[in-house]
């Protein structure tokens, strides 16, 4: 396997036989590869083949519900409008035309699919409720959004996309949303120093457990000493998450977590967008290259025939 540094230049080597196998794709290349459905586009099946699995990536939109971190008029302080704009707009949609339905719309929780402890029937999202929406701004003294100051969401470039997405169905409910562009590293700092009040951000698995999420929302996590970048704050979610800790039994740890899960999409301290999958494009003459929900490379069975 060759890597090679420009974008550009490692799909033209895949295209051209050079490469045998390529793990996700730009964003610029998935209309050329991939069809509106996602599957790959007939012209390409005589040299690749598509493998696709969930991935242990979460894409959402975090809030920054520490009051001592906002000005005092931050709507997005309220519960309800959290939730309303979590009702806002439809992530199926989105993930087909914006995403080539590589993805899953998330209609759970934090927790991914690929891990033991998702369970969508436990662990109810969001769905697209318009007139919900509605009724939660009026019950947050902003009805059709009248009085409601607009709210700025930060993200970098490679997300604009999404963002004008939301922004613009936001807006057919009266939330007045604008885009902040931020280059990534610009934002992962501004996240970590509790800078903004609304952001995109991701998390993928450091091991496979659901507790590498949760522990997103634990009080004693709170940035810059650990990763609860929303500052998010729930007694009961806290004495749960300790109780995870000293459950052995992976059955009851499992209970556990969706307990916690629920409650955060109660809570509403971030909007889940979709949890992620892996996308291998793979050589046609490249045997035994499985996938898996960490993405990793395993090159065991691997074998090569003649091209």
């Keep these: 396997i060759t890597f090679i540094v ?6 033209m080597e895949f295209v051209k ?4 196998f390529l793990s996700g794709i730009d964003a610029s290349y998935k209309d050329e590869l991939l069809t509106s459905s996602g599957a790959l ?3 390409y099946k005589t040299k690749f ?3 696709t699995h969930p991935y242990l990536n979460t894409e959402y939109l975090g809030f920054l519900v520490d009051a001592g971190k906002s000005k005092p008029d931050n709507p997005l302080l309220k519960k309800e409008v959290r939730q309303a704009i979590n009702y806002g707009f439809d992530r199926v949609k989105m993930i087909r035309f914006l995403r080539n339905n590589i993805g899953t719309p998330a209609y759970a929780g934090m927790v991914p699919q690929g891990l033991p402890s998702f369970d969508s029937s436990v662990v109810k999202g969001y769905s697209y409720q318009p007139r919900k929406a509605l009724e939660l701004l009026a019950k947050a003294g902003y009805p059709n959004g009248k009085g409601m100051p607009a709210i700025t969401l930060a993200a970098s470039a490679s997300y604009l996309d999404l963002c004008q997405y939301i922004q613009h169905e936001l807006s057919k409910i009266g939330i007045e949303l604008k885009i902040e562009v931020n280059p990534p590293a610009t934002q992962r700092e501004m996240i970590s120093q509790s800078k903004l009040p609304f952001f995109r951000g991701s998390w993928i698995a450091d091991y496979p457990d659901a507790e590498n999420y949760l522990s997103l929302f634990y009080s004693k996590n709170f940035c810059p000493n650990g990763p609860n970048y929303t500052h998010f704050s729930n007694a009961q979610f806290d004495r749960l998450y300790e109780q995870s800790q000293n459950q052995v039994n992976d059955t009851l740890r499992y ?3 969706k ?3 629920a409650i955060l999409m109660e809570e509403a301290p971030v909007v889940v967008l979709y949890y992620d999958k892996v996308m291998r494009l ?7 290259l499985g996938n898996n929900s960490m993405n990793l490379l395993t090159l065991k069975r691997v074998k090569k025939g003649n091209r």
């Design 282 to 288: 793979i050589q046609n003459n490249i045997e035994g």
């Design 259 to 261: 307990k916690m899960d």
């Design 6 to 11: 420009d974008k550009q230049s490692v799909f």
């Design 255 to 257: 209970e556990i977590y």
């Design 49 to 51: 083949k598509l493998s």
């Design 17 to 20: 036989g050079n490469l045998d």
């Design 41 to 43: 586009n007939p012209k």
